[in-house]
């Protein structure tokens, strides 16, 4: 499964990228406003971080499809990595299927059942988005639809990725690689949670201070 960040942060960006295992990068426009600068300046310097190592998606805010399509064209003529984020609304699938006929790579995101994702896939969609913590805040499991869409690519062989979104936690993170998600896409709080256990620190501390009452002499560093 590939990991994306969800976030616009630079710093954030660039740090998971040092880790070695940063696939990609989302966005939105409520994260984009979180970034105090201009959209087109951040993205173009998401996607120098990134580089060859994955996409950067980025959000078009029109509601009807010449919009969309115009802001999609507009977006990834910035670079070869960038990605249109397009929401899953009829004028959405319209302007998806428009955009996949040029070739404009698209990520259809607020996707919230299988159905909506099962359209996208048709429209011809590059990534599927289904939020999985906006279903838990409603009562219903986020996850399903994870696992449902990953059967439906699987039984119809369509070859959009599933993009798990609106990750809250690192549960989230361990099912939707479970359920066979392409990418699963984090705030930056959730990739440090999954790095990390405390048996590992503890573990490592005492491998240390075994290590160091061996006698300097008998070590080679
Ligand atoms: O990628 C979609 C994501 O940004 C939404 O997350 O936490 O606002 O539901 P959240």
Redesign the pocket.
């Known amino acids: 499964m590939k990991i994306f960040l969800?976030t616009a942060i630079l710093d954030e960006i660039r740090t998971a990228a040092s880790w070695g295992i940063l696939d990609g990068v989302?966005t939105?426009p409520?994260?984009a406003g979180r970034a105090g600068r201009a959209f087109k300046e951040n993205i173009l310097a998401i996607s120098e971080i990134i580089g060859d190592r994955g996409t950067v998606s980025a959000e078009t805010v029109s509601t009807d499809a010449e919009g969309m399509v115009r802001e999609a064209r507009l977006v990834t003529s910035w670079a070869p990595n960038i990605v249109a984020k397009i929401p899953c609304t009829p004028e959405g699938l319209k302007a998806v299927s428009r955009c996949a006929a040029e070739g404009v790579p698209t990520n259809v995101?607020l996707v919230f059942n299988v159905t909506q994702g099962l359209l996208a896939m048709k429209a011809g969609a590059t990534y599927v988005?289904p939020?999985i913590?906006?279903l838990d805040d409603a009562g219903q499991d986020g996850m399903d639809i994870v696992r449902q869409l990953v059967q439906v690519k699987r039984t119809y062989g369509f070859q959009t990725a599933v993009l798990a979104?609106?990750i809250?936690h690192p549960l989230h993170v361990a099912q939707a690689a479970l359920a066979g998600a392409d990418i699963a896409?984090m705030p930056f709080k959730v990739l440090a949670q999954i790095v990390k256990h405390p048996l590992t620190d503890i573990g490592l501390q005492r491998f240390l201070d075994d290590w160091h009452s061996i006698p300097e002499t008998m070590r080679p560093f």
């Open positions: 969800d989302t939105n409520t994260l995101t988005s939020f913590g906006r979104a609106s809250r896409t």
